[in-house]
């Protein structure tokens, strides 16, 4: 056998191997729901999990705009979505939620440009980030994750409303469950780790999808979280910086074996976004299409 018959059998095993993982880990979203005529918001929307969202709502029919904090990659995802859907909406547009001043920008450009958004998705997020401070001084895990989501929820919040029946999706990770929030050192100025800075941000999602949950109850806008898998993505670029080498060598090799496909990590999303079932369900945590109720109840047990 020659070495080019050798890797194309090696390949053809990864791939089996691949799918065979999708299969056994992750269930897809199987929804025929259309999206023609609705406008949707995927924050971090050019890589990862926030991609394969836009694909497949992008399919759906809808409206999405790609908001990111690199418009260049933001035209290169349309680009390549381009050649999976025939003639898909998509706009990018601008978003650094390292930034106010951004959000601000951003929100102001999406209520003059857009008379409705029924499907809000903060997606965009960063894990393992040595020490770090946002433009306007916050820790930049918690800035980033949780802090800019939260402003730009509220900027876009009345014209959501207007948009109703309209959802809210936050996509934290099961990581919360190790989350603790400290109010008087928020910016964890005396005990700084790259993970409790990651967990304590996803805790704060988790936090505000129940909150919104209660504060919109009637106005047909619904709010949902998540956890999305253990996923092959490019989240963990910072842990070779943040802790060593050969943690980041780890990560990657282990990440690569056994963690699940961003496509197959999209589902959940998709799910929340998509779901007829879910119309009137607000607040809750979800894994594929099963409610977490453990994941909630976690909360109130005491931090790890
Ligand atoms: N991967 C996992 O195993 C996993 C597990 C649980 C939860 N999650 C959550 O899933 C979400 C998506 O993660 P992913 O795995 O798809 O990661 P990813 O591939 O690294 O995508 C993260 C996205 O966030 C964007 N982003 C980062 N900082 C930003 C900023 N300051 N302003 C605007 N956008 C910014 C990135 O933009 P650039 O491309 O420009 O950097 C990228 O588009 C995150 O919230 C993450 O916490 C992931």
């Known amino acids: 056998m020659s070495v080019l018959d050798l890797s194309s059998v090696f390949d ?68 390549d979505i381009s050649e999976k859907v025939i003639k898909p909406n998509l706009v990018v547009n601008r978003l650094d939620l390292a930034s106010f001043a951004s959000i601000k920008s951003f929100a102001q450009d999406d209520l003059e440009n857009e008379p409705y958004i029924h499907i809000l998705i903060n997606n965009a997020g960063v894990a393992a980030l040595p020490k770090s401070l946002t433009e306007d001084g916050y820790e930049m895990q918690f800035g980033v994750n949780h802090l800019r989501h939260f402003l730009l929820t509220h900027l876009l919040l009345d014209r959501i409303k207007a948009s109703a029946p309209a959802r809210i999706i936050n996509v934290p990770s099961i990581a919360h469950i190790c989350g603790h929030i400290d109010l008087s050192d928020i910016n964890l100025n005396s005990n700084y780790s ?37 996923l092959y993505t490019t989240l963990s670029r910072h842990i070779e910086y943040s802790m060593s080498k050969f943690s980041g060598w780890l990560y990657e090799f282990c990440s690569r074996l056994f963690f699940k496909s961003p496509m197959i990590g999209a589902q959940t999303t998709i799910y929340c976004a998509v779901e007829e079932k879910l119309a009137n369900e607000s607040g809750n945590y979800y894994c594929y299409d099963v409610i977490h109720k453990r994941f909630l109840e976690s909360i109130r047990a005491s931090p790890c």
């Open 12 to 79: 053809f095993l990864y791939a089996l191997f691949i799918y065979a993982r999708g299969f056994i880990f992750g269930r897809k979203c199987h929804s025929t729901a259309r999206l023609n005529g609705k406008t949707v918001i995927v924050t971090g929307g050019n890589t990862g999990i926030g991609k394969e969202t836009v694909l497949d709502l992008a399919s759906r029919g809808a409206k999405v705009i790609l908001a990111c904090r690199d418009v260049q990659k933001g035209y290169e995802a349309v680009m």
């Open 194 to 230: 790259p993970a409790t800075a990651y967990f304590r941000s996803k805790l704060a999602n988790v936090l505000f999808t129940r909150e919104l949950a209660k504060r919109l109850k009637g106005t047909g806008v619904t709010t949902y979280c998540l956890h999305p898998g253990a």
